[in-house]
């Protein structure tokens, strides 16, 4: 285990709702990463996380927003779902260069 | 758990073979190199990183070798076991982006029989 927990495990959202995904970073980790991972596919980088500041961005629209706690954990927020939004979405805490994935939340946009 | 190997590459080896698998990374200025493997169902899990200074670095019963010159990174899983079934994933860090900021590629799954 990698000690990067993820909540929840699994959600159904309709089409134009918003969600919020939530994610614990390993003790003394103060980067968290934030990935999507389509179906068959690699995780795709959507935003980065340090010290409470983003630091880097991928070819995310603005509607994929996050925010980082002083305890390091963080979450991602997408407003407006788009069916195409279906995804594995996965977190990844690291305090130098190895980055560590959680479990990941299965996201499923009826 | 939900298949993460849809429309990959698979790579089948009988148990106790040694695996092979290939990846082509793409920026040259990329520094830092991770591959992953990713069950069913599951994140990612760490197996074994190289810095572009190394053309070879060794693990338990794996090993990464990287070819700058062809941007090429091979990952070598000796006597493979049926617990090694799974999607293996290369990642570059690029350049002039994060600690932790990873491309990945689009990964190959490797069956393993008994």
């Known amino acids: 285990e990698t000690g990067v927990t993820q909540s929840p495990t699994h959600l159904i959202k309709t089409r134009g709702q918003q969600v919020t995904l939530r994610c614990s970073s390993q003790?003394?980790?103060?980067?968290v990463s934030w990935y999507q991972q389509a179906l068959g596919q690699g995780p795709q980088f959507i935003f980065q996380?340090?010290?409470?500041?983003?630091?880097g961005r991928g070819n995310f629209p603005p509607r994929f927003s996050g925010l980082q706690f002083p305890n390091y954990s963080s979450e991602l927020n997408v407003n407006a779902l788009e069916l195409d939004d279906s995804a594995l979405y996965l977190c990844?805490?690291?305090?130098?260069?190895?980055?560590?994935f959680g479990q990941g939340t299965r996201l499923t946009v009826v | 758990g939900e298949s993460v190997g849809l429309h990959l590459p698979t790579l089948s080896v009988q148990e106790g073979d040694n695996s092979i698998i290939n990846c082509a990374y793409s920026?040259?200025?990329?520094?830092?190199f991770i591959w992953y493997k990713q069950e069913s169902g599951k994140g990612p899990q760490f197996i074994i990183d190289?810095?572009?200074?190394?053309d070879k670095r060794q693990g338990q019963r794996v090993t990464v070798l990287l070819n700058k010159t062809v941007k090429h990174l091979s990952l070598q899983i000796a006597a493979t076991q049926p617990g090694d079934s799974a999607v293996y994933f290369c990642?570059?860090?690029?350049?002039?982006?994060?600690?932790?900021?990873?491309?990945f590629g689009k990964g190959t799954m490797l069956l393993v029989s008994p």
């Open positions: 990844a805490s690291s305090s130098g260069r190895e980055a560590f």
């Open positions: 003790s003394g980790h103060n980067t």
């Open positions: 996380y340090y010290r409470e500041e983003e630091n």
């Open positions: 920026n040259s200025a990329s520094d830092y």
């Open positions: 190289i810095r572009s200074n190394m």
């Open positions: 990642a570059e860090n690029p350049p002039n982006s994060g600690y932790s900021t990873l491309t």
